[in-house]
């Protein structure tokens, strides 16, 4: 059994209030920004489809951290592993959610990349720079849920660290005397002060590194990452504000934790699962958008016709199928979008959807476990694609490439793929960009697609 400090000895019961309010989702967390492990998963860049709701976690009661193969809850050491704790957790406060909102109660945080090392058995030999958790979520005893939609804001409590009525009153107490944010920044030139672990060179000559491994038969396709970092003494709440605005996306976030803070503006689904019924989107293919209405143009339908990134995209396709028929119902996994594309501030994508049922005795922490790293951000097959990455990127990728989102007590998870997302820490800032690399890349074409996503970050470290 776990070693919790909160028991729950009854059914948990939530409940619910309406509020009234002209802030959106970022301003009202604006008023709870400073309040310990807050959050936001932001649906920036609206989509019915995608991005209808925003959450707010405030009042966190539980905290769960792992880092190589230890977990902890509530800083007490536990003798399971990150997944059995989770596992234990959410039958712990296990809810029923009768409501229309895909998240009312729960966990949100993230999993790093490097947790797929207590997955796989995988070489150790790339660099641990940057070290943080590799697992870290808070639960929430009070979620504040915006709709994109309507404009409507929910508050939901658990009743654990206060009286429902008293933590509702002061949340809408809160909400009530605030006023809506303006946008002053203004964009500046990007000044040359990012660094990164290749060259130009070096980067090009790993591309080429990458295709002699195809050549050779090890794998199809790897994704291929270069990390950029750079000094920053900037507060995080405004770069991540700048960075909303200039870049706006479906599954961003803000999470401020203990002494490093995640900002992230992801345009990716890694997995969602509501009532059994599992969701992934795999991103590959990417040209930039440029503002030009005809070049814009052009790149669109060069992506849509391109004889390297559909078959790219076509390989995810069939690994995640591969992956999540680990943990579905057999005949249930079916491809419902294939080469849909995506526009977003600096770039478009080609974005696939795959779908499928949980099988009987499979639940949500088993479905990560099956999938996770992405195949997106790996490649094909995967666990050769990883012991490349770890053999030619040098640096450990930590929080980018792995998810972020909500773990639900009702077993209802929605989690991204950490692209487009900086870390701050210690005064510098951190992230990564990187490309799905084939037979048919031009290693020029692939840098410059990198410096393509990392465009949007830069601008809003640069303000």
């Excluded at 009153?169 to 809160?174: A, G, K, L, M, S």
């Excluded at 130009?200 to 295709?211: A, G, L, P, S």
């Excluded at 996994?333 to 478009?348: D, I």
């Excluded at 020029?444 to 970050?457: F, G, I, M, S, V």
Aim: proline content about 3%; overall charge negative.
């Amino acid at each position: 059994m776990l070693n919790l400090d909160v028991k729950v000895k009854n059914k948990i019961k939530i409940k619910t209030k309406k509020i009234h309010t002209n802030l959106d989702a970022f301003e009202i967390y604006s008023i709870f920004k400073n309040m310990a492990n807050s959050v936001i998963l932001d649906s920036a860049k609206f989509d019915s489809n995608l991005g209808r709701y925003s959450f707010i976690g405030i009042n966190s009661f539980l905290k769960i951290k792992a880092y190589k193969g230890q977990c902890w809850i509530n800083d007490k050491k536990q003798s399971q592993d990150i997944f059995s704790c989770l596992k234990e957790i959410i039958e712990e406060y296990s809810i029923e959610n009768d409501t229309i909102f895909p998240f009312i109660a729960g966990g949100i945080g993230y999993f790093s990349y490097d947790l797929c090392r207590n997955i796989e058995n995988l070489p150790e030999t790339a660099e641990e720079e940057l070290i943080i958790p590799e697992t870290y979520f808070n639960f929430y005893d009070n979620i504040i849920i915006y709709d994109n939609e309507t404009k409507e804001v929910m508050l939901t409590a658990l009743g654990i660290l206060k009286s429902y009525e008293e933590v509702f009153n002061e949340i809408q107490y809160e909400i009530e005397r605030s006023s809506k944010l303006i946008y002053t920044e203004k964009s500046i030139k990007i000044k040359d002060i990012f660094h990164s672990n290749f060259t130009k060179k070096q980067y090009m000559d790993t591309v080429e590194k990458v295709r002699d491994y195809i050549r050779n038969g090890d794998i199809y396709i790897t994704n291929l990452t270069q990390r950029f970092w750079c000094h920053s003494n900037a507060e995080p709440y405004k770069v991540y504000k700048t960075l909303r605005n200039i870049n706006p996306a479906p599954f961003a976030a803000y999470i401020n934790l203990e002494g490093f803070v995640i900002l992230s503006s992801s345009p990716e689904r890694f997995l969602k699962i509501t009532n059994n019924h599992v969701e992934t989107r795999p991103i590959k293919g990417t040209r930039p958008r440029t503002g030009n209405i005809n070049e814009d143009e052009r790149n669109k339908n060069e992506l849509i016709n391109s004889e390297k990134d559909k078959p790219e995209l076509l390989m995810i396709v069939d690994l995640e199928r591969n992956d999540l028929s680990k943990v579905c119902s057999p005949n249930t996994v079916k491809v419902t979008e294939l080469f849909k594309l995506e526009e977003y501030s600096t770039v478009y994508h080609l974005v696939s959807t795959i779908e499928g049922e949980l099988k009987q005795g499979k639940d949500c922490i088993d479905c990560i476990k099956a999938c996770f790293p992405g195949g997106s951000i790996t490649g094909a097959p995967k666990i050769r694609s990883m012991e490349i990455i770890e053999e030619l990127e040098g640096i450990r990728r930590n929080v980018y490439t792995g998810a972020i989102g909500y773990i639900g007590f009702d077993k209802n998870i929605d989690l991204n793929i950490v692209i487009r997302t900086i870390l701050m820490k210690d005064d510098k800032a951190y992230f990564g960009v990187g490309g799905g690399i084939t037979w048919e890349s031009d290693k020029e074409a692939e840098y410059y697609e990198t410096l393509d996503k990392a465009k949007a970050l830069m601008e809003a470290l640069s303000i």
